[in-house]
């Protein structure tokens, strides 16, 4: 009788220790599962509109972007993800004197977006992606999927993850900010305009996460292509630096290549997309890129080429990073602030 029941009663403990150890993994934590819902085919189908030919290569100021700017407000109202705070309407208007590059200057926008936080709505997370592109020449049709429709639409899914997250009860404790900017491509002029004209105040805002390009394979990383590019990460915050590592390390695993993060890096990436015009602020940032390739900036950037389930983890990081700065006890500075 004794031998019979100290079995079951070894099982039994073996059983409540696997069901302790299983609640104790990420994967089971409510981040885990509103991370899961960004997946390879909702970024197919968002990226397969956005940089469709009907969009005509979204050139700021074109018909084209004008739609893409259509496109993004409307899935924000279907997802009933809120305006930005003073703001009844998506769109950031910018004059066409403010394009001074452009040869016949046109009007443009920036679509905004925002999710509040629940015990520190005055702290803010910028999540920022350019959406316009290079437009046409004739009649052919730069579609930008990688450059930057990919961004546009990691933003758009992890905006609808946080918000399903708030819907069920998990919303972000700080808020979140979702930032298309236009004219990126002629001179970053709409993260310029933004940080000149910021709906939320400078000094209330974090940092800004910006994605641009995730979609593709840098040819130098063939054969080993579970990698994502980060820059600017440690330029002004270390704590910001860390906290992505230690992010990075525990939920997703992908080597955090810093490459193009040195000082003296030739291509000078760090000044060549949107983030920089936080930086000037002393926000601190990361730059999430997948390098260069032989279809940037050209017309066979398309969406059939984009490796959508790696894409669909280097949006999980972003989202996953974003969920660590909103809910964290203690707020991110730039502990290397320079003037």
């Not at 993850?161 to 700080?174: V, W």
Request: hydrophobic share 35%.
């Amino acid at each position: 009788m004794t031998k019979k029941l100290f079995l079951p009663t070894i099982q039994s403990a073996l059983f409540l220790f696997c069901l302790i150890a299983m609640a104790q993994t990420p994967e089971s934590t409510p981040r885990e599962k509103y991370a899961a819902t960004i997946t390879s085919e909702d970024l197919s189908e968002l990226l397969y509109t956005v940089a469709s030919d009907s969009m005509q290569g979204r050139m700021t100021g074109t018909e084209g972007q004008k739609m893409a700017a259509d496109f993004l407000q409307n899935f924000y109202k279907a997802h009933r993800i809120a305006t930005a705070p003073g703001m009844d309407h998506y769109f950031q208007e910018i004059p066409a004197t403010y394009f001074t590059r452009m040869k016949n200057p046109v009007s443009s926008e920036n679509v905004l977006a925002y999710i509040e936080g629940s015990e520190l709505p005055d702290e803010v997370v910028v999540l920022s992606a350019h959406y316009d592109h290079v437009g046409m020449e004739g009649d052919t049709i730069y579609n930008g999927a990688d450059d930057d429709g990919s961004g546009t639409v990691a933003l758009l899914e992890i905006a609808e993850a946080f918000q399903m997250a708030k819907d069920q009860g998990y919303g972000p404790k700080r808020s979140l900010l979702f930032l298309h900017v236009t004219g990126e491509e002629i001179g970053l002029y709409g993260s310029r305009y933004y940080t000149e004209n910021p709906i939320i105040p400078i000094a209330q805002t974090l940092c800004d996460l910006n994605t641009d390009m995730i979609g593709r394979i840098d040819p130098l990383k063939e054969g080993n292509e579970n990698y994502i590019y980060l820059i600017g990460s440690d330029k002004l915050s270390q704590s910001l630096h860390d906290l992505s590592e230690e992010v990075n390390k525990t939920y997703v695993q992908l080597e955090l290549d810093y490459t193009f993060n040195a000082d003296d890096d030739p291509n000078r990436f760090y000044y060549r997309s949107d983030h920089y015009n936080f930086a000037e602020k002393n926000i601190p940032v990361i730059f999430y890129f997948n390098g260069v390739h032989q279809d940037y900036h050209k017309p066979t950037d398309t969406p059939d080429k984009i490796n959508y389930p790696l894409m669909a983890k280097r949006t999980r990081l972003i989202f996953h990073t974003a969920w660590e700065i909103a809910n964290r006890e203690g707020r991110i500075y730039a502990d290397k602030r320079t003037e």
